[in-house]
């Protein structure tokens, strides 16, 4: 079975700080790993994907990812915090199209 | 080029009325999916498809029925709305991924209130 934990429902950063966004994940298989942003009343939009290549993952807007299979991690950073990456994360797990596994979601707060 | 377009964006229903939700794409992607988005829950699915004539079960499906007559086209129909699945729903596509998966690309939801 597949699950994601986002370890923080809310992170508040100022603005020019860097960000963390924590997701832990079991998996019976080698997954694949998502993160996704959702503004407010819009659906999801892809930040980035892990698929078995590279454990440093680079995504949109200046987030990466990196997969730490030892950790079962999947965190997301961006070094410098923008007022419009105020939005919510969420961490997908997916050892197949057929089924996705959301988090919870991290909802990103960002400070002037 | 509209990509994943859902209609209606809101609707307030009656206990026990019936409604159905569209999804339209123009991507011709084969996979299609319906979750709902409940507070603190993320997202969860509630049917899929994997192509024209075909559906499957997701996670939550109960109180929901689909149908894939067209490619571009999937539908969720609530038979007899009921005050639980007030939510927001997404649809979502993706391409025949292979040996790898592909990103699911989402529409802008639909608000649906059942009082």
Same mark, same amino acid.
């Given at each position: 079975?597949?699950?994601?934990?986002?370890?923080?429902?809310? #992170?508040?950063?100022?603005?020019?700080?860097?960000?963390?966004?924590?997701?832990?994940?079991?998996?019976?298989?080698?997954?694949?790993?998502?993160?996704?942003?959702?503004? %407010?009343?819009?659906?999801?939009?892809?930040?980035?994907?892990?698929?078995?290549?590279?454990?440093? #993952?680079?995504?949109?807007?200046?987030?990466?990812?990196?997969?730490? &299979?030892?950790?079962?991690?999947?965190?997301?950073?961006?070094?410098?915090?923008?007022?419009?990456?105020?939005?919510?994360?969420?961490?997908?797990?997916? %050892?197949?199209?057929?089924?996705?596994?959301?988090?919870?979601?991290?909802?990103?707060?960002? &400070?002037? | 080029?509209? =990509? *994943?377009?859902?209609?209606?964006?809101?609707? *307030?229903?009656?206990?026990?009325?019936?409604?159905?939700?569209?999804?339209?794409?123009?991507? !011709?992607?084969? /996979?299609?999916?319906? /979750?709902?988005?409940?507070?603190?829950? =993320?997202?969860?699915?509630?049917?899929? @498809?994997?192509?024209?004539?075909?559906?499957?079960?997701?996670?939550?499906?109960?109180? /929901? !029925?689909?149908?894939?007559?067209?490619?571009? !086209?999937?539908?969720?129909?609530?038979?007899?709305?009921?005050? @639980?699945?007030?939510?927001?729903?997404?649809?979502?596509?993706?391409?025949?991924?292979? @040996?790898?998966?592909?990103?699911?690309?989402? =529409?802008?939801?639909?608000?649906?209130?059942?009082?």
């Amino acid at each position: 079975a597949q699950s994601v934990t986002q370890l923080d429902s809310h #992170v508040s950063v100022s603005e020019g700080t860097p960000v963390l966004l924590r997701c832990n994940y079991s998996s019976s298989y080698s997954p694949s790993l998502f993160w996704y942003v959702q503004h %407010p009343n819009k659906g999801l939009q892809l930040l980035l994907k892990y698929t078995s290549a590279a454990t440093l #993952v680079k995504g949109i807007n200046g987030f990466e990812a990196e997969f730490k &299979k030892s950790e079962t991690s999947f965190h997301l950073t961006k070094p410098s915090a923008h007022m419009s990456d105020a939005a919510e994360y969420f961490c997908v797990v997916s %050892p197949n199209n057929n089924d996705m596994r959301f988090g919870a979601g991290t909802r990103l707060t960002v &400070k002037p | 080029n509209a =990509g *994943v377009t859902q209609t209606p964006k809101f609707r *307030v229903l009656k206990t026990g009325q019936s409604m159905t939700l569209l999804c339209a794409q123009d991507m !011709n992607h084969e /996979y299609m999916y319906w /979750y709902r988005q409940d507070p603190g829950m =993320g997202l969860r699915l509630i049917h899929y @498809s994997v192509g024209e004539g075909t559906t499957a079960k997701g996670e939550v499906p109960d109180g /929901y !029925n689909v149908s894939r007559l067209k490619k571009q !086209n999937f539908l969720l129909g609530l038979e007899s709305a009921a005050p @639980s699945q007030t939510s927001v729903y997404f649809c979502a596509t993706a391409k025949v991924g292979g @040996s790898l998966n592909q990103p699911q690309h989402f =529409g802008d939801g639909t608000r649906l209130s059942i009082l």
